[in-house]
């Protein structure tokens, strides 16, 4: 099969399209003809070697869409031909991968698998930290940093389908205009203003950010009584300023997830509840998938390129 490996660490060009192997299903796994790979931030950290260890001969990729090639032993819920998204450990910027079979969803019929690939991590991250997690509730006030990523246009959705009333940040006014379209209440160009400032008084519950460095101390200020602070990054600084006597006033949690290195049993658990509890919002239209560009899988340096520039609003996703 084909597949884009890291040859080295560095910049995307020690991306390199290269014959493998095409994995084999063990029990519980089903392979997986891959159509679609979604790119993600941490392909570019693995590609780095921000993970800590050489990735040197490593395939890229957190989430996948496709047919059913096989089935292994054991595997019984999935039959060959269907059409399944899934999240996955690596491995997605290949022509195949096996994966264990309860972390696969069903394809919606209304979707392309470009827009399927599009949706199991920034779903399954959102899910399990905003709501498992961060317990988000009706009624809320919620404000997403980033809001016109991937991770940011899911939350800004699943936020207002639930219930609550979302703000965000975001980088520009078309990012801010395409935010608020979404759902989101308001949305502030942190070009142009302080998103503190401009928010004081809105109440604010909770707070999914994925910037850390300075906007940590905003905002705890920011945060209500009993309001919960939920990193999954740290793109500005992984050092921040925290003053305990806010947190002590205000009773403020402060947590995070990293969904990658949780085990097979949580990401099956997780995965079973987006099904129930997510999943019927792709069919009636309150979640909707938004792909800024798609790329062939020769092409992965380009589109992780267009990732770093942080020019797109939503999905960059490769296609097979």
């Not at 890229?60 to 269907?82: F, K, T």
């Not at 019927?280 to 589109?303: D, I």
């Amino acid at each position: 099969m084909k597949a884009i490996i890291i040859t080295q660490p560095g910049n995307s060009s020690v991306l390199a399209l290269e014959e493998q192997a095409t994995p084999t299903p063990v029990s519980g796994q089903v392979l997986i003809r891959v159509r679609a790979a979604g790119v993600n931030r941490s392909d570019i950290h693995q590609r780095t070697g921000g993970y800590g260890a050489d990735p040197s001969g490593q395939i890229p990729g957190l989430e996948v869409a496709g047919i059913v090639e096989s089935c292994g032993p054991d595997a019984n819920r999935w039959r060959v031909g269907d059409a399944v998204c899934a999240l996955i450990g690596g491995g997605g910027y290949a022509e195949y991968i096996a994966v264990d079979e309860r972390h696969c969803l069903p394809v919606p019929a209304n979707l392309s698998f470009v827009e399927a690939a599009s949706l199991p991590e920034t779903i399954l991250t959102v899910w399990s930290t905003v709501f498992q997690w961060g317990h988000l509730s009706k009624g809320e006030n919620f404000l997403v940093h980033g809001g016109s990523s991937g991770i940011g246009v899911t939350a800004i959705q699943l936020a207002k389908a639930f219930g609550a009333n979302t703000y965000a940040t975001a980088g520009s006014d078309d990012k801010c205009a395409f935010c608020e379209q979404l759902g989101a209440i308001k949305c502030v160009n942190y070009n142009k203003e302080d998103f503190e400032k401009a928010l004081t008084g809105a109440e604010i519950n909770m707070i999914l950010d994925m910037v850390g460095g300075d906007y940590t101390p905003k905002n705890l200020r920011l945060l209500a009584p009993d309001g919960r602070l939920m990193f999954i990054n740290a793109m500005q600084g992984a050092d921040s300023q925290i003053h305990i006597p806010t947190l002590m006033q205000k009773r403020i949690t402060i947590s995070g997830s990293m969904l990658k290195p949780r085990d097979a049993n949580f990401k099956a658990a997780l995965t079973a509840e987006v099904e129930k509890h997510v999943w019927p919002l792709l069919t009636t239209g309150q979640l909707k998938p938004v792909v800024y560009r798609s790329f062939p899988l020769a092409e992965a340096a380009k589109a992780q390129d267009l990732m770093v520039s942080s020019e797109h609003i939503g999905k960059i996703i490769l296609e097979l």
